[in-house]
């Protein structure tokens, strides 16, 4: 038996990359322009061979470099998730580049000491440092340093062994610091891009407190000044009075209009998402949650926001207790969307899942914790999917329309 919902919206730019996002770009439109004008000082060089008569030399060079021009216009115009593929190309191109250097030179003897894919070895490995991270981006580094040192010894004039030793330790060493340049301008912006996270969700949760402290003053001198005085005037009074019927008159506005004041106490979408990461990691911090982003900023009343952290809790524990499968690990997955207006937050497991229709009316963690929690809450809602051996999909819904 299975239950679906519609999406509020589709997943969108990831929350919180603002750092992270800028310096993807700026790291990719330099690369980019870099080997454009790298490509157009080496040309020369190539043309003025003499052993090679045909245009393989020349679409060699551009072959390699050419990928870096798409790398430099997406990282300016196109879309963030995109530019991190593009390196890749980039970087893949250069290192094939680099490998059939010696098929397409068979020496080089005027107007260079080197290749230029060995010159030109800094770029290669700063499109590595973009496209990928840690052990892929430090390993494709060392192949490309050691393949442009063999590939250069196989072409250049009066090479020797310890000619190659020197090349590849120098190759390695200039790797290894551009690398390190990027690597580490990604690990600050990631630093960063999480320490803004943290503080505007500390932010939003003293905001919050703020609020709640001064509604509970404002409503205790209501009461003080307003339903006491009214009751005490009442209790000393032997007959009602016109000064006594208006007293309790404006002390009822006063309590209607403090009943219906709009709420003061609200998330925004990181703040919100933060929360649910919380609540999450509370029950079990290996499981991930993911977010996106699509339309403008959420703004969450704190209570609903305490329930949807509630019944996830819940939705986490309950996959925890009853969803394993003997043999072999349960995954399980948290996606935040947030939408103009709304928020839906999704758990996926693949564990042994179970047939709705069939729990027990004693199994409170699904009915009553879940389903039956996000039904009290205005706006919200509840589905759980699922059928046995195919896992379980809970999803939780707010929308500030109700």
């Not at 932010?203 to 209501?222: I, N, S």
């Not at 993911?290 to 524990?317: F, H, I, M, T």
């Not at 589905?383 to 939780?396: A, I, R």
Request: charged share 15%; aromatic share 4%; net charge positive.
């Amino acid at each position: 038996m299975t239950t679906t919902v519609p999406a509020p919206a589709a997943a969108g730019t990831e929350l919180s990359r603002a750092a992270t996002d800028q310096i993807l770009r700026r790291l990719g439109m330099v690369i980019g322009v870099g080997a454009m004008i790298v490509m157009t000082l080496e040309l020369p060089a190539v043309l003025i061979q003499p052993l090679n008569r045909s245009l393989w030399p020349e679409v060699h060079l551009v072959g390699a470099y050419l990928p870096f021009a798409p790398l430099a216009l997406v990282s300016a115009l196109g879309p963030v998730t995109a530019i991190r593929r593009v390196a890749a190309v980039a970087a893949g191109c250069y290192l094939l580049a680099t490998v059939l250097t010696p098929l397409v030179y068979s020496v080089v003897s005027i107007g260079s000491f080197a290749s230029w894919p060995y010159r030109g070895l800094a770029l290669g490995v700063m499109a590595g440092g973009l496209a990928w991270s840690g052990r892929t981006a430090t390993a494709f580094a060392a192949v490309l340093a050691v393949a442009t040192s063999v590939s250069n010894a196989a072409v250049v004039p009066d090479s020797s062994a310890w000619a190659l030793f020197g090349d590849i330790t120098r190759g390695l060493g200039v790797g290894a610091l551009f690398l390190w340049c990027v690597v580490y301008a990604r690990t600050a912006a990631d630093r960063v891009d999480r320490e803004a996270v943290h503080q505007r969700s500390k932010a939003a949760t003293v905001a919050a407190t703020a609020a709640r402290e001064r509604e509970g003053a404002r409503f205790a001198a209501l009461i003080h000044d307003g339903v006491l005085s009214t009751l005490l005037e009442a209790s000393r009074a032997h007959e009602s009075s016109t000064v006594l019927r208006a007293q309790a008159a404006r002390t009822l506005d006063q309590l209607e209009q403090a009943r219906s004041a709009p709420e003061l106490d609200h998330l925004d979408a990181t703040a919100a998402v933060e929360f649910l990461r919380a609540a999450v990691r509370e029950v079990d911090p290996d499981v991930p949650v993911r977010a996106a982003r699509r339309g403008a900023d959420l703004r969450l009343p704190l209570e609903a926001a305490q329930v949807l952290g509630a019944a996830l809790s819940e939705a986490v524990r309950n996959s925890l207790r009853h969803a394993g499968v003997p043999g072999r690990p349960v995954r399980r997955t948290v996606a935040v969307t947030i939408a103009t207006g709304g928020i839906r937050v999704v758990l996926t497991d693949d564990g042994a899942g179970f047939d709705p229709a069939r729990v027990p009316v004693d199994r409170m963690g699904i009915a009553g914790s879940v389903l039956g929690r996000m039904r009290t809450l205005a706006g919200g809602a509840a589905f759980v999917e699922s059928s046995p051996g195919n896992g379980t999909v809970v999803t939780l819904v707010w929308g500030s329309d109700g």
